[in-house]
């Protein structure tokens, strides 16, 4: 790679590069699922649930069908579509299989599931037609909360778990643990809960779905991370042959993981198709927050076992989350108890683990994998319990995480994994220093406002191969890539990649990537996403395994299109193809000559007669990566500054530093937007964002107006600080960073108030905290 | 609610004639019988700002407005603001430059609360810069990159109204515009 390149030493990977994205998107001239408008297309709107919990009697569409525009309304039973069922292979003791239908038809389960769908011209006579339906149903008392799940009084929220328990596994137990808490100087405890949330991309769900006679295929274009996985459940839904389905994603405005789960409303949408129109469906806000897939809310009872000097020597957590009334595809309801018992140790040297995970089901809207999955809550629980050991043992916060954190690489922890090298130390030391150089400790503010200085340190598995899927023993296992890459005539080439990107700047990051392997400009690599007709097979974009394990694969194919370019140059040259070497300008050189990839490509396509006897035409190569291991790591130390406002119990955020560690970056300014945008999220969920339920189980934030989303008032500037420990079997050394900032945030906001709260003996363990506690302990002394 | 109402818009300089309901959402009328699919609906009940235009130079919730309420007004819409070529802006290169979009839903949103702003308060600083971008919602950025590349463009328009203004010959009328001739912009800040 001698030819300049964007960065000095000629490689496009770790240069900010302009993204191609940004000039459509500038202009207004970006496509999403609702730019998207198809001759003689009907709008769909859902009939929804008013109640949380209830048999349905009766769901009368008559009405609707005479409203003026309304072309056709179907119940369940009109549209008889197969449910979409996600399983573990697991015992029954442990995993309890249910399923989600399309359509409630026999009962419902969370205020806003779909009964029926009304297609019509215009999606206005779309949402007149709902109003028009009369649903009969026959109210059950609501599951609302998990304590109410876990005491099974009343009917379960589905018949095959009586006791509204889907998930129940024990991963962990080492053996002795109980003598070592008995024996232990001391053990400090945490209960902590983390309230729903929701993933909230800007752009809604949406699904625009059309039957096309000439290939007879559906095709159905929808804003989704998982493209294949939404073929796949659609043909088996709907009985048609996965090639009978096509899956194409326009741009995507967010995901965050609400969108790498398949949804029903658009398997329905996708149905209607029978009328023989293209249907679009657009999921309206109220139907994001109300009935969409939500995340987070779990319940944590942790302790854990010190030394005098803060170092740990126990650890065991017994984590409940509530994964509302459905289990989601293809993850289940296990994600997030499975993701929590698996990773809870983190950072820390652990040598004693115990622990129990548990997935409810209660009568509210179901969860999906959410930016983090787990991580925050956990990360938060170990952070307090660091924290409560100090202020119990009378150390330094700081000084016990370093007593604790691994230093030495690889790991094997008392979870099972193996963690790649990091720099969780390292990132610590920095952070730390960063504040104190900006002169934060000691601090005092003028107005009246306490200062608190928080922390947290975590890592986060990101390339999470098939190998860590199965483990978890998911029946359908993701992990692996596939990538294709072709070279045209002109020597530009294309690449497929199953991953996708929704808003992290794929068309770009990846063009580096194949770029450097082939010494082409990144702007001479095409890189195509979100279509299942083009791409083989896929598992989208959730877990930051993007740049991981889809950036690897593409690095493969094009290593593999190298190889093809020299052999082939090498036989044209009449040398060996040892000696042909890519020049790193659009070339091969091959004995005392130099083809360009376009005089190559010109044999491989026009002239294939001059190709050796054993070689075909055409210039295509595909390669596949899965990580074998234990997956990689990326870590971080966050150090956040608040001012608590005595007067109102408000919380502002002075100062937030992040110190990330990602490998290689392939683009900087990406990961730095990554990093960003997962804090504010963080922010959100420590400081603002809950859906909140009342006790019949209906939802009492269902606008802006009441769930409330930061805005830049609330999300202070963000100084980044990169360390990089490059990754042994990735691509270029990356690591993934879409979701560090999202699992940092909360713990790091919620130690800066407990700091800022540490003369007034209260603290805090749960989120989003709470204004009036913070109130109340600010004032207590005055009271 | 089926009546139609015949409406007459004037949007980034042209002049349409629509046979609408009058419940008909000015974002709906711009997004689907206009073609401008630029503006972007996130929340529709006023929020969120994805739908931003600007109304006689205005920012305004295009999801907030029935199309027949703006009859005699001058509508603006994100693809107002690149040249017919596709050239960008100084304010659309500075949000590419300082990476103040992500999945760009949010985007044309923001570009016209700015441009809207900008033209009123081209003195703003980072702070007050910071207030009005609270006004919309963006979930990617965390909003830091969408603040820099605000001021940025601010920054770099007064530089080019002082050297427009500097090399002005002396008997020049002494009034500034508000806000900078465009020609002089686009020179200074390509
Ligand atoms: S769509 Fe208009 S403010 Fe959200
Ligand atoms: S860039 Fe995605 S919402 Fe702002």
Same mark, same amino acid.
């Not at chain 1, 790649?420 to 000691?442: A, F, H, K, M, T």
């Not at chain 1, 002075?654 to 290689?664: A, F, I, P, S």
């Given at each position: 790679?001698?030819?300049?390149?964007?960065? !000095?030493?000629?490689?496009?990977?770790?240069?900010?590069?302009?993204?191609?994205?940004?000039?459509?998107?500038?202009?207004?001239?970006? !496509?999403?699922?609702?730019?998207?408008?198809?001759?003689?297309?009907?709008? %769909?709107?859902?009939?929804?649930? *008013?109640?949380?919990?209830?048999?349905?009697?009766?769901?009368?569409?008559?009405?609707?069908?005479?409203?003026?525009?309304?072309?056709?309304?179907?119940?369940?039973?009109?549209?008889?579509?197969?449910?979409?069922?996600?399983?573990?292979?697991? /015992?029954?003791?442990?995993?309890?299989?249910?399923?989600?239908?399309?359509?409630?038809?026999?009962?419902?389960?969370? =205020?806003?599931?779909?009964?029926?769908?009304?297609?019509?011209?215009? /999606?206005?006579?779309?949402?007149?037609?709902?109003?028009?339906?009369?649903?009969?149903?026959? /109210?059950?008392?609501?599951?609302?909360?998990?304590? %109410?799940?876990?005491?099974?009084?009343?009917?379960?929220?589905?018949?095959?778990?009586?006791?509204?328990?889907?998930?129940?596994?024990?991963?962990?137990?080492?053996?002795?643990?109980?003598? =070592?808490?008995?024996?232990?100087?001391?053990?400090?405890?945490?209960?902590?809960?983390?309230?729903?949330?929701?993933?909230?991309?800007?752009?809604?769900?949406?699904?625009? #779905?059309?039957?096309?006679?000439?290939?007879?295929?559906?095709?159905?274009?929808?804003?989704?991370?998982?493209?294949?996985?939404?073929? *796949?459940?659609?043909?088996? $839904?709907?009985?048609?042959?996965?090639?009978?389905?096509?899956?194409?994603?326009?741009?995507?405005?967010?995901?965050?993981?609400?969108? $790498?789960?398949?949804?029903?409303?658009?398997?329905? #949408?996708?149905?209607?198709?029978?009328?023989?129109?293209?249907?679009?469906?657009?999921?309206?806000?109220?139907?994001?927050?109300?009935?969409?897939?939500?995340?987070?809310?779990?319940?944590?009872?942790?302790?854990?076992?010190?030394?005098?000097?803060?170092?740990?020597?126990?650890?065991?957590?017994?984590?409940?989350?509530?994964?509302?009334?459905?289990?989601?595809?293809?993850?289940?309801?296990?994600?997030?108890?499975?993701?929590?018992?698996?990773?809870?140790?983190?950072?820390?040297?652990?040598?004693?683990?115990?622990?129990?995970?548990?997935? =409810?089901?209660?009568?509210?809207?179901?969860?999906?994998?959410?930016?983090?999955?787990?991580?925050?809550?956990?990360?938060?629980?170990?952070?307090?319990?660091?924290?409560?050991?100090?202020?119990?043992?009378?150390?330094?916060?700081?000084?016990?995480?370093?007593?604790?954190?691994?230093?030495?690489? /690889?790991?094997?922890?008392?979870?099972?994994?193996?963690?790649?090298?990091?720099?969780?130390?390292?990132?610590?030391?920095?952070?730390?220093?960063?504040?104190?150089?900006?002169?934060?400790?000691?601090?005092?503010? @003028?107005?009246?406002?306490?200062?608190?200085?928080?922390?947290?340190?975590?890592?986060?598995?990101?390339?999470?191969?098939?190998?860590?899927?199965?483990?978890?023993?998911?029946?359908?296992?993701?992990?692996?890539?596939?990538?294709?890459?072709?070279?045209? &005539?002109?020597?530009?080439?294309?690449?497929?990649?199953?991953?996708?990107?929704?808003?992290?700047?794929?068309?770009?990051?990846?063009?580096?990537?194949?770029?450097?392997? &082939?010494?082409?400009?990144?702007?001479?690599?095409?890189?195509?996403?979100?279509?299942?007709?083009?791409?083989?097979?896929?598992?989208? @974009?959730?877990?930051?395994?993007?740049?991981?394990?889809?950036?690897?694969?593409?690095?493969?194919?094009?290593?593999?299109?190298?190889?093809?370019?020299?052999?082939?140059?090498?036989?044209? %040259?009449?040398?060996?193809?040892?000696?042909?070497?890519?020049?790193?300008?659009?070339?091969?050189?091959?004995?005392?000559?130099?083809?360009?990839?376009?005089?190559?490509?010109?044999?491989?396509?026009?002239?294939?007669?001059?190709?050796?006897?054993?070689?075909?035409?055409?210039?295509?190569?595909?390669?596949?990566?899965?990580?074998?291991?234990?997956?990689?790591? @990326?870590?971080?130390?966050?150090?956040?500054?608040?001012?608590?406002?005595?007067?109102?119990?408000?919380?502002?955020?002075?100062?937030?530093?992040?110190?990330?560690?990602?490998?290689?970056?392939?683009?900087?300014?990406?990961?730095?937007?990554?990093?960003?945008?997962?804090?504010?999220?963080?922010? %959100?969920?420590?400081?603002?964002?809950?859906?909140?339920?009342?006790?019949?189980?209906?939802?009492?934030?269902?606008?802006?107006?009441?769930?409330?989303?930061?805005?830049?008032?609330?999300?202070?500037?963000?100084?980044?600080?990169? &360390?990089? *420990?490059?990754?042994?079997?990735?691509?270029?050394?990356?690591?993934?960073?879409?979701?560090?900032?999202?699992?940092?945030?909360?713990?790091?906001?919620?130690?800066?108030?407990?700091?800022?709260?540490?003369?007034?003996?209260?603290?805090?363990?749960?989120?989003?905290?709470?204004?009036?506690? &913070?109130?109340?302990?600010?004032?207590?002394?005055?009271? | 609610?089926?009546?139609?109402?015949?409406?007459?818009?004037?949007?980034?300089?042209?002049?349409?004639?629509?046979?609408?309901?009058?419940?008909?959402?000015?974002?709906?009328?711009?997004?689907?019988?206009?073609?401008?699919?630029?503006?972007?609906?996130?929340?529709?009940?006023?929020?969120?700002?994805?739908?931003?235009?600007?109304?006689?130079?205005?920012?305004?919730?295009?999801?907030?407005?029935?199309?027949?309420?703006?009859?005699?007004?001058?509508?603006?819409?994100?693809?107002?603001?690149?040249?017919?070529?596709?050239?960008?802006?100084?304010?659309?290169?500075?949000?590419?430059?300082?990476?103040?979009?992500?999945?760009?839903?949010?985007?044309?949103?923001?570009?016209?609360?700015?441009?809207?702003?900008?033209?009123?308060?081209?003195?703003?600083?980072?702070?007050?810069?910071?207030?009005?971008?609270?006004?919309?919602?963006?979930?990617?950025?965390?909003?830091?990159?969408?603040?820099?590349?605000?001021?940025?463009?601010?920054?770099?328009?007064?530089?080019?109204?002082?050297?427009?203004?500097?090399?002005?010959?002396?008997?020049?009328?002494?009034?500034?515009?508000?806000?900078?001739?465009?020609?002089?912009?686009?020179?200074?800040?390509?």
């Amino acid at each position: 790679m001698a030819e300049p390149g964007f960065r !000095r030493d000629g490689s496009w990977v770790g240069a900010s590069v302009p993204r191609r994205e940004d000039p459509r998107l500038l202009t207004g001239r970006g !496509r999403f699922v609702d730019d998207i408008t198809l001759p003689r297309m009907l709008h %769909a709107a859902f009939v929804r649930s *008013t109640e949380a919990h209830a048999r349905v009697v009766d769901v009368d569409l008559s009405e609707v069908r005479a409203v003026p525009g309304v072309v056709a309304a179907f119940a369940a039973a009109d549209l008889a579509l197969r449910d979409i069922t996600a399983l573990l292979d697991r /015992p029954i003791e442990e995993f309890v299989p249910t399923s989600m239908p399309v359509l409630a038809g026999e009962k419902v389960r969370y =205020v806003g599931e779909p009964l029926a769908i009304v297609l019509a011209t215009d /999606p206005y006579a779309a949402e007149d037609g709902v109003e028009a339906a009369l649903v009969g149903l026959d /109210p059950l008392d609501p599951v609302v909360t998990e304590a %109410a799940a876990l005491a099974a009084a009343g009917p379960p929220v589905h018949d095959e778990a009586p006791g509204n328990v889907l998930v129940d596994v024990s991963l962990f137990a080492t053996e002795g643990i109980d003598d =070592v808490f008995a024996d232990a100087h001391t053990v400090v405890s945490v209960e902590a809960r983390t309230g729903r949330q929701n993933a909230l991309p800007l752009e809604t769900r949406g699904v625009v #779905a059309d039957w096309d006679d000439r290939d007879e295929q559906l095709v159905v274009r929808t804003c989704t991370q998982v493209p294949h996985q939404v073929r *796949t459940v659609l043909a088996r $839904c709907a009985g048609l042959d996965e090639r009978q389905v096509r899956v194409l994603v326009p741009d995507m405005g967010g995901g965050f993981g609400q969108k $790498c789960v398949v949804g029903r409303e658009e398997i329905a #949408a996708a149905a209607a198709k029978r009328l023989r129109r293209p249907v679009k469906w657009i999921e309206d806000r109220r139907e994001a927050l109300t009935a969409s897939f939500l995340a987070r809310e779990q319940h944590y009872t942790a302790r854990a076992a010190f030394t005098a000097d803060g170092e740990i020597l126990a650890l065991e957590s017994d984590v409940v989350c509530d994964m509302g009334a459905y289990s989601c595809y293809p993850f289940t309801a296990g994600i997030e108890p499975l993701m929590a018992s698996a990773e809870m140790p983190g950072v820390y040297r652990v040598p004693a683990y115990r622990v129990r995970g548990r997935a =409810v089901t209660t009568n509210k809207a179901p969860t999906a994998p959410y930016r983090g999955v787990s991580r925050p809550q956990y990360v938060m629980v170990m952070e307090r319990l660091m924290e409560r050991a100090a202020r119990e043992l009378g150390l330094d916060a700081l000084e016990v995480r370093r007593r604790n954190l691994i230093t030495e690489f /690889p790991y094997r922890g008392v979870n099972a994994i193996t963690y790649d090298p990091g720099s969780y130390r390292e990132s610590l030391d920095l952070c730390e220093q960063v504040l104190r150089d900006e002169g934060w400790p000691g601090r005092s503010l @003028s107005d009246g406002r306490v200062l608190g200085i928080g922390y947290s340190c975590f890592s986060e598995r990101t390339g999470y191969g098939s190998g860590a899927f199965a483990a978890r023993k998911m029946q359908v296992v993701p992990g692996f890539d596939l990538s294709q890459i072709t070279m045209d &005539l002109d020597g530009t080439v294309t690449v497929t990649t199953g991953t996708l990107s929704h808003g992290q700047s794929h068309e770009t990051t990846f063009a580096q990537i194949v770029a450097d392997r &082939l010494g082409l400009p990144y702007d001479k690599v095409t890189i195509v996403q979100g279509d299942t007709d083009r791409i083989t097979y896929g598992w989208g @974009s959730f877990a930051s395994r993007s740049v991981t394990i889809g950036g690897s694969a593409a690095a493969a194919a094009a290593v593999k299109l190298g190889d093809q370019l020299r052999a082939l140059a090498a036989h044209l %040259a009449g040398t060996d193809v040892d000696s042909a070497r890519l020049d790193g300008r659009g070339g091969v050189r091959a004995g005392d000559r130099t083809f360009s990839y376009a005089e190559l490509a010109d044999v491989a396509y026009l002239r294939a007669h001059l190709l050796p006897k054993e070689v075909g035409p055409g210039l295509t190569a595909t390669a596949s990566f899965d990580v074998g291991g234990d997956g990689t790591f @990326s870590n971080a130390t966050h150090g956040c500054v608040v001012a608590l406002d005595p007067g109102t119990g408000g919380v502002e955020i002075l100062r937030y530093v992040c110190v990330e560690d990602c490998g290689v970056a392939i683009h900087p300014r990406v990961v730095e937007g990554q990093a960003r945008g997962g804090i504010a999220q963080g922010i %959100a969920g420590a400081l603002f964002e809950q859906v909140v339920y009342d006790e019949l189980g209906q939802p009492l934030a269902p606008s802006f107006m009441e769930y409330k989303v930061p805005t830049a008032a609330e999300i202070p500037d963000v100084r980044i600080e990169h &360390l990089e *420990t490059p990754c042994a079997f990735t691509a270029d050394g990356a690591k993934g960073a879409g979701e560090g900032g999202t699992i940092g945030a909360p713990a790091a906001v919620l130690n800066a108030v407990n700091d800022a709260l540490r003369t007034t003996g209260v603290e805090l363990d749960s989120t989003p905290i709470p204004r009036a506690a &913070l109130f109340a302990a600010l004032n207590q002394e005055a009271s | 609610m089926t009546d139609v109402q015949l409406v007459e818009l004037t949007v980034n300089g042209e002049r349409h004639e629509l046979a609408i309901p009058p419940r008909r959402t000015l974002a709906d009328v711009l997004r689907h019988d206009l073609g401008l699919t630029g503006t972007h609906v996130g929340c529709e009940h006023g929020i969120c700002g994805a739908c931003t235009v600007l109304v006689d130079d205005a920012p305004a919730r295009a999801c907030l407005l029935f199309a027949v309420q703006v009859e005699n007004a001058a509508i603006r819409t994100v693809e107002s603001l690149s040249g017919p070529d596709g050239g960008l802006s100084d304010l659309q290169r500075c949000f590419g430059e300082h990476h103040g979009l992500q999945c760009g839903f949010c985007t044309p949103g923001f570009l016209m609360l700015a441009e809207g702003y900008l033209a009123e308060s081209p003195d703003a600083d980072r702070e007050e810069i910071r207030e009005v971008v609270a006004s919309n919602l963006c979930r990617c950025t965390g909003y830091q990159t969408i603040v820099d590349a605000v001021e940025d463009c601010a920054g770099r328009r007064r530089a080019a109204l002082q050297s427009a203004l500097d090399s002005a010959p002396r008997s020049a009328p002494q009034s500034a515009p508000q806000s900078a001739p465009q020609s002089a912009l686009d020179g200074a800040s390509a």
